[in-house]
């Protein structure tokens, strides 16, 4: 059998063995798939548009083809391509190699371009095989490489401190301050990169071009802007590799403060201190702005009295300072200190107050001791008089000094054994407060101490020598006493302070004692108490003050053996001892509340009796024993009287006691006390008569302080005279007395009450029963009555008041009205003002209590020159003829109010007196006032004439009458009103012209102040000039009338002749004329009248045309 083989893959690539089919299989052939159903897909990323940015010639591609597919879903594999070229020439290792069928190559692939520029283009490519189809299909993707836009952005902050601080002088002096500003520009950036920073820092270029830069600069006080700070401002500029610049701008603030701290205060010295050597005291203080002002040193007590003051000015040097010679010697201290030196020694506060120009203050103080007068010290040691060989002798310091100021101790070793001559065989140690010593040899050494305190060499070092002696084995004996030495006490006697050899001990129970009374006392009073006593220790109770000698013998074998030894005396002594006298106790007490108020214990009392009992050498007040007596007859003897109260055991306790008037309440308190031993003593050899005890006696009196009480009113006025009674509590009170004070309000702060004299201030008839006071000036016042008994005890009472002033009344003008000028000065027959509206009641210390009733005034004007009647004219009220009030001649307004306007007919003067009362009645010394009325003046008035006129042939032989420079004027500053010129013809020429009348008024030309008239008669005219004046002040119409305007006449004569000279002259028109005058054959008379003639008309007229004339007179 024949098979045919048919090769086949599947959709999924894996080939199909058709022998192995076990079913028939039918074979369907269709058209191939081919290249065109291959979909490509093919995306650059990331976009070379926003890639490349110039700081690199190399960028990263990712050619990604996963988006591919074939319409069986079979297994692709792909080949990319991607190049600056087309062709894919200059592809080179960057190009997947040739795919082969079965090969797997990735979907996504990364690959990168080196030198690339902008502007280039690059193309990819990809190639995808289906392995089903075994078919290629390709996409080609072409991107042009783009350039991202070059951006440079600057940035910068500022960092520079908030605040700035200059002291006061630095400030004033206007001196830089260093500030360090640092420049920030890490936020700057540039696309390409930053190549350069150039910095500014207020307007000046800036070295260095770190992101960060840090610059000192310097600061004034005349940099402060209006806004109070100092601008900081800096630039910066970024430049990239190609050029590019962006320039920033920041800016900041520096608030400048001016340095206001406190001073430090504080201050050193030395020490210690003592009297007659001087303190030295020195200034530490410390102030930031070194601007101290004062520094004022002060020195107390430490009870805080006040015993030096040191004031100082730091700029003037100026010292205010004082100290008391009780405490000190002398004083000299400034600002920076000084010495002082004081002569008690004690405790001291010293304290330094200082204070800056701004009143910033501090001060420090502290407490030292001055030690009293240096005095030499005194050295002293202990070491036993005795030893043995190469046993430890203890030697210890006992050195004193009066001020306690040892420094140093100076010690001197044995050097050479006294007996043998030879160098002393010693070892240990001493210094400081001593040591110990220790020596080989029998023999007699010296120990040497010298002491020096701290005024060294002010004081003297002081020096001891003591001797011990190196003994064989002999026992030394000595007594110590312990205990204390008082009769009744216990007192030990003991050997155990006795020298014993170590090679032979003391045989302390062969002690061989005794004691001998050595003042007479009873040997039998020695109480030796054989219960707790042996041959060691001996317990005594001395019942017997005064000197007992004891005496102590010690045994050991080496004594015994040589008893005739040369040191055997070592082994006894002798040693007085003193017993004191038992003293007997200080007994006292104190008493208080024996002088009670009556505000407080009105009825009774408590008095409080307290013990104060001590025992002076150590002993207890264990017993007390308090009598109480009073004496009730006063008779000064308190063995009649009752015991008022007995007391046992009691330190502190009260009893009561009743007033009673006429009784003084004397009491005598006796207190005995009786102590216990405040030492141990053997009981069995005392007894309680051993017990000392002592009495007290005083003798007191329970007296009230005295009561004194008066009542007095809120308010009055200065015109109320006040009645005042006192009530007076007390044991005796005829025997008290009492005073009178005062006080007064400031007038410029009324919370401060001042003392004032009574007299000066108030009348009054005070006494201890009181009496009448009137207040002479208001205001606020403390009214104190102070009474005192018979042995010295006061008490205060007082009472306030307010007193107010009377109304004052005020007389007011109207100044407007006033004439010529001054206050109260007018002319007759013109408007016055007056009123009262200025009066008032209050004073400093407040408003009035009662305002001014002004409906209830009164005053009168009071004619002072005999001025008639009906003078004074009240407008709106009353007025005309005077009113006639007792016999003189007055002008009385009485429940009127003042507030007029008035007028006065005659001259002179006038008083106004006024008066007001207030709502309480309470009336007002009177105010006066003067007025003074002047004359209203007439007129000044004057006129010239031409005494002698002609008739004039051509004017109907008519003569010209001329009156000129008529004048008319007011000196009291009136108007003129009326001016007129009339004549009259003496037609009987007897030379009266009283006998004609007038012919009429004359026209007056006031420009030319002339008046003309003609007449034909020959003969003598009378002309008369009359001026009348308005007033030139406010008058009251409805009082005057028009003969009280003033007016003034003159009187003048002028004779008309028959024939006249002719005059003529003639004008050139010229500025400068000369002019001349030919007269006839006339008398001098004549020829006078044209001299008149001329001056008055031609000189008078060309000279106010401003012409020059030159007048000739001459005859013919």
């Known amino acids: 059998m024949n098979f045919i083989s048919i090769g086949f893959y599947s959709t999924y690539g894996g080939a199909i063995d058709i022998a192995e089919a076990t079913d028939s299989i039918t074979l369907i052939v269709e058209e191939p798939f081919s290249a065109d159903d291959i979909y490509t897909d093919l995306v650059v990323t990331p976009d070379p548009n926003a890639l490349y940015d110039g700081t690199s010639d190399t960028i990263d591609i990712t050619l990604d083809a996963s988006n591919s597919n074939e319409p069986n879903g079979g297994r692709l594999a792909y080949r990319y391509w991607v190049d600056t070229d087309p062709s894919y020439s200059n592809a080179g290792a960057g190009v997947n190699p040739e795919l082969d069928e079965g090969d797997t190559t990735p979907e996504i692939w990364e690959t990168s371009l080196d030198n690339i520029e902008a502007g280039q283009t690059i193309y990819a490519k990809v190639k995808v095989y289906s392995y089903a189809m075994n078919d290629f299909a390709e996409t080609e993707r072409q991107v042009t490489i783009g350039t991202i ?366 004691i001998t009374p050595v003042d007479g006392q009873d040997p039998s009073s020695i109480k030796i108490d054989n219960d707790t006593s042996d041959n060691e220790i001996k317990n005594v109770v001395f019942k017997e003050p005064g000197r007992y000698k004891v005496w102590l013998r010690v045994h050991n074998n080496f004594s015994d053996a040589n008893p005739n030894h040369p040191q055997i005396d070592a082994t006894d002594i002798e040693k007085i001892i003193t017993i004191e006298e038992d003293e007997i106790p200080d007994p006292d007490f104190n008493i208080t509340g024996a002088n009670p108020d009556f505000q407080n214990n009105p009825v009774s009392t408590t008095v409080h009796l307290q013990d104060f009992s001590i025992s002076n050498d150590g002993d207890i007040i264990d017993r007390w024993y308090w009598t109480i007596i009073r004496d ?26 009743t007033f009673e008037e006429g009784n003084s309440g004397q009491f005598k308190v006796e207190l005995r006390v009786k102590e216990e031993f405040g030492q141990p003593t053997i009981d069995k050899f005392v007894t309680p008569s051993d017990r000392k005890e002592n009495t007290i006696t005083k003798v007191f009196d329970v007296n009230w302080i005295p009561d004194i009480k008066f009542s007095m009113t809120d308010w009055a006025y200065t015109d109320d005279t006040l009645n005042l009674s006192t009530v007076i509590k007390d044991e005796e009170v005829p025997t008290t007395t009492v005073d009178w004070s005062l006080k007064r309000a400031s007038e410029s702060d009324p919370s401060v009450m001042l003392p004032a004299s009574l007299n000066v201030y108030t009348d009054n008839m005070l006494d201890k029963n009181g009496g009448a006071i009137r207040f002479k000036e208001s205001g606020f016042y403390e009214l104190t009555a102070t009474v005192t008994d018979e042995i010295g005890q006061s008490y205060s009472y007082s009472e306030t008041i307010r007193v107010y002033p009377l109304p004052t009344a005020v007389i007011k003008d109207n100044s407007s009205l006033r004439w010529p000028s001054g206050e109260f000065n007018i002319k007759e027959n013109r408007k016055f003002e007056m009123d009262g509206n200025s009066s008032y009641a209050q004073d400093y210390y407040g408003p009035e209590m009662h305002s001014i009733d ?121 108007t003129i009103d009326i001016q007129r010129i009339r004549y009259r013809f003496d037609s009987d020429n007897d030379g009266n012209f009283n006998d004609e009348s007038w012919v009429g008024t004359v026209p007056i030309d006031t420009v030319n102040k002339r008046a003309t008239v003609k007449v034909n008669h020959v003969g003598k005219y009378q002309f008369e000039f009359m001026a009348k004046d308005e007033f030139g002040q406010p008058t009251l119409s409805e009082f005057v009338n028009t003969g009280d305007r003033r007016e003034s006449y003159q009187y003048k004569t002028i004779e008309v002749d028959n024939t006249a000279p002719i005059v003529d002259f003639e004008v050139a028109p010229s500025n400068k004329v000369d002019i001349v005058f030919t007269i006839g054959d006339v008398d001098d008379s004549k020829l006078e009248e044209l001299n008149a003639k001329i001056d008055t008309y031609v000189k008078t007229d060309l000279e106010a045309e401003k012409i020059c004339i030159n007048i000739k007179r001459g005859q013919a």
């Open 632 to 657: 009730d007859n006063e008779n000064g003897d308190f063995s009649d009287d009752d015991i008022y109260a007995t007391f046992t055991d009691k330190t502190d306790f009260d009893i009561g006691v």
């Open 149 to 514: 836009p070059v951006e440079v952005i600057a940035d910068l902050s500022i960092d520079a401190p908030t605040e700035v601080e200059w002291l006061p002088k630095e400030w004033d002096n206007d001196e830089p301050k260093s500030v360090r500003v640092t420049l920030d520009s890490s936020g700057s950036y540039a696309t390409l990169g930053i190549d350069d920073r150039d910095y500014e820092l207020n307007g000046d270029s800036v070295s260095g071009s770190s992101s960060r830069n840090s610059e000192y600069i310097e600061i004034r006080p005349s940099d402060v802007n209006a806004f109070g700070t100092i601008p900081i401002w800096s630039t910066v500029t970024i430049e990239d590799e190609n050029g590019n610049t962006d320039t920033a701008t920041a800016s900041t603030m520096i608030r400048p403060t001016i340095s206001n701290t406190p001073p430090d205060v504080f201050f050193t010295n030395d020490d210690p201190h003592y009297t007659t050597l001087p303190v030295n005291l020195v200034n530490a203080t410390t102030d930031k702005e070194e601007d101290e002002k004062y520094a004022d040193w002060t020195i107390r007590t430490t009870d805080g009295d006040l015993i030096a003051y040191s004031q100082n000015d730091y700029e003037t040097g100026n010292i205010d300072s004082d100290f008391s010679s009780l405490y000190i010697e002398s004083m000299n201290l400034d600002t920076y200190g000084g010495e002082i030196v004081f002569n008690q020694s004690g405790y001291y506060d010293v304290e330094l107050y200082v204070m800056d120009e701004r009143g910033n203050e501090d001060s420090y103080s502290k407490r030292i001791y001055v030690n009293t007068e240096p005095q030499d010290p005194v050295a002293d040691f202990d070491m036993y008089d005795f030893g043995f060989p190469n046993e430890t002798i203890e030697v210890t310091d006992r050195s004193t000094d009066p001020n306690n100021d040892i420094v140093s101790r100076i010690w001197t070793m044995p050097s050479i054994n006294l007996d043998t001559g030879q160098p002393a065989s010693v070892s240990g140690y001493l210094s400081g407060s001593g040591g110990n010593l220790t020596f080989t040899e029998e023999g007699t050494y010296e120990v040497t101490l010298e002491v020096r305190d701290y005024t060294y060499p002010i004081t003297n070092a002081s020096t001891i020598t003591k001797q011990v002696q190196i003994i064989p084995p002999l026992p030394v004996a000595r007594i110590t006493e312990s205990g204390t030495l008082k009769e009744n006490r216990l007192v030990t006697l003991s050997s155990k302070d006795s020298l014993t050899p170590r090679v032979d001990p003391i045989q302390t129970d062969r002690n061989e004692w005794s």
């Open 854 to 974: 002004h409906s209830k005034d009164y005053w009168e004007i009071i004619p002072l020159d005999n001025q008639g009647t009906g003078v004074i004219k009240i407008q709106n009220g009353s007025g005309g003829a005077l009113v006639n009030q007792g016999g003189s001649t007055k002008f009385i307004r009485n429940n009127d109010k003042l507030d007029e306007t008035l007028l006065f007919k005659e001259e002179g003067q006038y008083k106004v007196r006024y008066q007001v009362t207030n709502t309480f009645g309470k009336k007002s010394p009177f105010a006066e006032k003067i007025i003074t009325v002047h004359e209203d003046t007439t007129p000044n008035i004057n006129f010239d004439v031409i005494p002698t006129a002609y008739r004039d042939a051509d004017d109907s032989k008519r003569a010209e009458l001329i009156t000129y420079n008529i004048q008319a004027s007011s000196d009291d500053e009136d």
